[in-house]
């Protein structure tokens, strides 16, 4: 059980890291570098939530585009406006999951 629960806790944590960077790099509303860096952590954690390794970019773009669309505005959050960092997700996904990023 234990060993499971630590398993599904890092899983979540990749998941995470790999949303936290790609929408920090989108950056949306331009806030970074100047806001503090967990600026966005809030929706990462939401997105990261609600997505796993087997997501499609079209299931992670309909979660971006929820998420930051209740958080913030929605007319700026529509699903066509979230496809490329949905990709980014998806790629950081991949490299997290594999560890290429991942650290402890």
Known sequence: MFHDRKHHTIKTQKLFSAVKKAIDEWNPYLLLPDAPEDEFDIESCMIA?????????????????SVFSKQFEPEYFQAKDCVEVAQAIKSNIKNFVENKYFQY
Request: aromatic content about 0%.
């Open 49 to 65: 939530l609600r997505i796993n390794e087997n997501s499609s970019v079209e299931e992670i773009t309909a979660v971006v585009s």
